[in-house]
């Protein structure tokens, strides 16, 4: 078993940084991990992942803004977003799986609002 906890969201005006962290109970690293958001009446959709070689992905709508990027010796998993748009609005959420479990956070509310 795993708990995830979130952390870093806030309000943050268009054009502005946030920089989440979500720190795991125990070692991850040997798991892949990612993070998540959804908005109200939307699935949830994946924002980027990280394998445990290191290796990402991202989806198309945040490629050159966010960076994923893991600390196995602190069992975190970080996502740094830049240039933040409003329609980066949305409930934040922490995963990590093997091929057996996944595991998921509480989620972590970021708003990007003038």
């Known amino acids: 078993q795993v708990q995830l906890v979130e952390s870093g969201g806030g309000l943050v005006q268009p054009g502005g940084s946030l920089r989440l962290s979500c720190a795991a109970s125990?070692?991850?690293?040997?798991?892949?991990a990612g993070w998540y958001r959804q908005t109200p009446g939307k699935e949830r959709e994946l924002v980027a992942f990280?394998?445990?070689?290191?290796?990402?992905n991202y989806a198309n709508s945040v490629k050159g803004r966010f960076t994923i990027s893991r600390d196995n010796a602190k069992n975190m998993v970080n996502l740094q977003m830049n240039s933040l748009k409003p329609e980066d609005t949305a409930v934040y959420y922490c995963?990590?799986?093997?091929?057996?479990?996944?595991?998921w956070g509480q989620g972590t509310q970021v708003t990007v609002s003038s």
């Open positions: 995963n990590a799986w093997t091929n057996r479990f996944v595991y």
């Open positions: 125990r070692s991850i690293a040997s798991m892949s």
């Open positions: 990280i394998n445990s070689d290191g290796s990402t």
